[in-house]
């Protein structure tokens, strides 16, 4: 599987404006859901996933970066997008470092092998150092967008 | 250095996603061996088992198998102890 196959370009955030975790994670779904990636009305819902599952258990593995997750009934097809905070955002990560960047997952239910797959390819790329550096100096969505271009012309 | 190793195979519908890997990335951590998971086939993998990343990375879905080994003195414990995540499904279906 390919970044670009579920990263919704336009729905990347080059700057968040939110600086806590619950807003971070509601802007990252309205983005979603202006791209047209989500139903408008169901952000509220969705942010409320997220939520819940980040105090299950942070998504923040470490590293600057977290990966907030959901499988939802109101999800049809998986999306994603990626936002960025020049400040950081305190997530609870595991190593109680602050966030820089945020990949936001969106699943269908019934999908558990596609979620997983996808887990794969952002994982894959996030634990290279060079990625992270890279993804935490692309201050434009263009910069982003060929970043992950690059991503996934690698093998 | 004692060694031991287990497969299994990943028998919860929803694999090994996020919460199972951090899961068994605690219980990892109990011990002192080190932990690898292997994963052989189309992708094959070697994960850090105290690595949340590593082990999300091995994107294990149900029926996958795979190979937990340790390395160090409680290797023996640590095996059964994390094999045993597997057989409980992680508390999932």
């Known amino acids: 599987m390919k970044l670009k196959e579920f990263i919704i370009s336009e729905a990347i955030v080059p700057q968040i404006t939110a600086t806590d975790r619950n807003a971070a994670l509601r802007e990252l779904a309205t983005s979603l859901a202006n791209a047209g990636a989500l139903p408008v009305d169901a952000v509220e819902e969705i942010v409320e996933a997220l939520i819940k599952r980040e105090q299950n258990g942070s998504t923040g593995f470490g590293k600057g970066v977290a990966v907030p997750h959901v499988k939802h009934a109101k999800i049809t097809r998986i999306a994603g997008t990626i936002g960025r905070s020049a400040a950081g955002i305190d997530f609870a990560a595991l190593d109680h470092q602050p966030v820089f960047t945020i990949f936001l997952l969106l699943s269908p239910e019934n999908q558990p092998q596609q979620h997983l797959q996808a887990m794969n390819i952002v994982f894959s790329n996030l634990q290279k150092d060079i990625f992270r550096r890279f993804l935490r100096q692309s201050a434009t969505r263009e910069a982003i967008v060929d970043l992950l271009e690059e991503a996934d012309q690698r093998p | ?93």
């Open chain 2, 1 to 93: 250095m004692p060694t031991a190793s287990r497969d299994i195979i990943v028998s919860n519908s929803l694999g090994l996603h996020a919460r199972p890997a951090m899961q068994f990335v605690d219980t990892a951590n109990q011990f002192r061996s080190k932990v690898t998971v292997c994963k052989e086939g189309e992708q094959p993998y070697q994960a850090d088992g105290k690595s949340v990343m590593q082990m999300i990375i091995l994107a294990a879905t149900e029926g996958t198998p795979l190979k937990i080994l340790a390395e160090g003195d409680d290797a023996e414990i640590a095996v059964k102890k994390l094999a045993q995540l597997f057989d409980d499904k992680f508390g999932e279906e």
